[in-house]
């Protein structure tokens, strides 16, 4: 009984991803899907990111938390539109969350929007949300072994974001194995080595990201 | 519709982790519920326990996994026990997966059973698995703002375990606000401060572990 309702869900959650899609299409939005495990990095590389991208792009962020909003404070700080999901518990966010939201953002006045998904290296990658494209990120010292053990999060994504890069030094960590099990699950994913804290490695994702962002927006006006 | 059955099911969870409990008990076995994000360092922590509890008891332990089986085989070489569970996807074990493993092990022949839990920091702390005991694992790397964001997983555990110790001049981590943060949700909480690489602050844990495990075994004769 269990696998067959989530299964409805899911199927339901397709159908309102397509319809968050087509609205931010229509909007000229370009949805980022920010995942990986708790303590990745996830905000701090979604506050450098914003700091790059602000002077080209209108930004907003939707901040998924199960509680609490610590994150969402951060965003609002730099005074970039914010809107906090509570999960109240659940380990991912739907689409039809993110569709009951939209209506709070100024969608004419927006280009970006990231959305920081659950801390959870499981449950988020099996719900599209209407993005245009995911970014997975795994933090140096949570080990090498991850995309082996959760290969549906990096088989889906289409970049894998090795963080705290500079901690390197500091752990067993072989990122030339994570490099060849991501290719393993998902041939055509990009992979970039950076700090959130050290800047190393942003200026490469920063090109690749602005790419992106332009391909789905559906512009080459940059 | 997904919160009824959700409902059905963990009610139906808590029967079955009931009569887990019963049949642990009629072997005066200990169940020890591992739980902690990815790469946290559930595993290495558990070897470190096992090499200093094997002598004092009969170990076993069941190693949960959304794939792959890197670290039942390192349970495997030291000689312990182990049974994979593959859980195919899913974010978390159910009571209902660990009574039916358990007839795999030899139960007059067991003291303590160990089960890693699936990495994650929101969905396992919602099924009980018949343990004795519960153990959060939160890594240094991680961040220091994670009981307030993952309430449920602090405020139901036993002992809260901040590992990667070694590590704290290298992060920003307030190890004094994870104490207090978890105080805050769960006043009777043990918490230690471990390194299961440096292996400092094991002893002061395996002093109130074997306790533990004695008390839920029903003895006092170690």
Redesign the interface.
Known sequence: ??IK?MHQ?MEWNEDVSDEVKEELAAHRICLINVMG???AGKTSLIVRLIEALREEYRIGVIEG????Q?DAEKIDAMGIPVVQLDTD?A?HIEAESVRHILPHFDLGNLDVLFVEN??????PA?FNIGESFRLAIL?????D??V?????MFSTSDAVLMN?YD?LP?FEFDDARVERDTRGVNPDARIFRVSARSGEGLEELLAWLCARIDDARGSSMR
Request: aromatic share 6%.
């Open positions: 009984m269990e309702v869900i495990s708790p303590g938390d199960i509680a609490g610590i518990g380990c659950i801390g959870n290296l499981v449950c099996e933090s140096v010292p949570e080990g072994d991850k082996v053990k959760y290969p549906l705290k901690m500091y």
